[in-house]
């Protein structure tokens, strides 16, 4: 290769290297100025009345909006007004976002551009409370709202807004008079509650209880219905149950005696949602009715049987498991252990004593699992 050959091909590889003398006009500035408006984006985050793991869905936030290059900012209130809600932030690349845990099981997230003219909504269901999926899930929407949001999408209007957030409002004194005016009361005026924060349980139940060995295990269907009163972190229950057993026997060489037995329970429970299912603990008294029915086996025995009889006898459930929720289902599977009041048993009558036919345990281990419509 000869000398200017060489300084040709060096001049050439040289030139390639300077971006100025190969890239169009305006390239080399194209995504450092994309980059700068991107890291002028804000998000405030606004947590009502929070309770739980808000430490770590914070950090799951954070760490998803700084991957976009939105900074996040967040801040805890025991209640929100309609001027906080409505009021433009001044910030003109922050968006705002309301984060209202409604019930142990659904969260609702509030989203509004700089000047407060338009919003999304987003209801998320958290089947497990605020476990690692929730967080991750509630995460996610707010990332990508919040990115919807700051880039023009349209949504819901003030006016509509108002009426999602209506029953998390409190009103300062300037706002009741300003609606008063206006003859609009979005708030009962008695009230700065949330709204009404039971709902219902109702469902199908099978069970299935041991004893003892003279009537061995004991098993039917049932009914449950009541109401739960949901809490930040848990909930309380209450529940009337009925339970019909199917007929059992025992018999000797001479005598058979048939029970068929069928419960009512009234039940004061706790829920407690854990990462993976809930917990539930109930426990309450209950009444027992048992029909009876007697028979003579041994046709050529010198003895003779009683008509049918029916009793009642108070019990005591303690009960205990886990609840797997799927959208407005549960299901429930519980251990459960009945104490009666005292010893059932059955005895016949020769020549004038009582003797031992058969009996049933004091206590009755067993379980119970359920379909609940809530």
């Known amino acids: 290769m000869s000398v200017s050959r060489l300084l040709t091909t060096i001049t050439l590889a040289l030139c390639s290297r300077t971006p100025s003398a190969m890239a169009e006009p305006g390239a080399s500035l194209q995504q450092p100025a994309s980059a700068s408006v991107a890291d002028s984006y804000a998000a405030r985050v606004i947590f009502v009345n929070a309770e739980g793991d ?26 929100i007004t ?41 209801d998320i269901p958290l089947p497990q409370g605020l476990d690692e999926l929730g967080r991750e899930s509630i995460a996610q929407v707010v990332q990508s709202s919040t990115e919807a949001l700051l880039s023009g999408s349209a949504g819901m209007s003030r006016a509509q807004v108002r009426q999602v957030l209506l029953p998390f409002m409190t009103h300062s004194a300037e706002d009741s008079h300003r ?8 708030l ?25 060995k003279d009537f061995g295990p004991e098993h039917g269907p049932g009914i449950m219905a009541g109401v739960e009163y949901l809490r930040s972190t848990d909930s309380l229950v209450a529940l009337g149950a009925f339970e ?45 009715l048992a029909r009876v ?16 009889l029916a009793h009642v006898r ?9 609840e797997l929720n799927a959208s407005t289902f549960a299901l429930q599977l519980l251990g459960k252990v009945d104490l009666a009041a005292f010893r059932t048993h ?9 003797e031992h036919l058969a009996s049933s345990w004091v206590v009755q281990p067993g379980i119970v699992l359920a379909a609940l419509w809530r």
């Open 188 to 212: 009962n005026k008695s009230s700065k509650t949330a709204p009404s924060r039971w709902r219902v349980r109702l469902g199908p139940s099978y069970q299935a209880s041991l004893t003892g």
């Open 314 to 322: 108070p019990w005591f459930r303690i009960a205990t498991g886990f």
């Open 179 to 186: 609606l008063e005016r206006r003859g609009t009361y979005p």
């Open 346 to 354: 059955y005895d016949i009558e020769n020549n004038g004593a009582a």
């Open 244 to 288: 019909w057993h199917f007929q059992n026997e025992h018999q000797n060489g001479e005598f058979q005696v048939a029970v068929q037995n069928s419960f009512a329970w009234l039940l004061l429970g706790w829920r407690k949602p854990k990462p993976n299912a809930c917990l539930v603990a109930l426990l309450g008294p209950g009444l027992q």
């Open 82 to 122: 309609e001027k906080d809600v409505l009021e433009p932030q001044g910030a003109p690349r922050s968006a705002t976002v309301w984060i209202v845990m409604q019930d142990p099981g659904l969260v609702r997230l509030v989203f509004a551009d700089p000047q407060t003219q338009h919003f999304l909504v987003r």
């Open 293 to 308: 029915r007697p028979t003579l086996v041994a046709q050529d025995a010198a003895a003779s049987v009683g008509e049918r």
């Open 54 to 79: 808000w430490v770590g869905l914070s950090q799951g936030i954070a760490d998803l909006l700084s991957e976009h290059q939105i900074s996040p900012h967040f801040e805890h209130r025991q209640a």
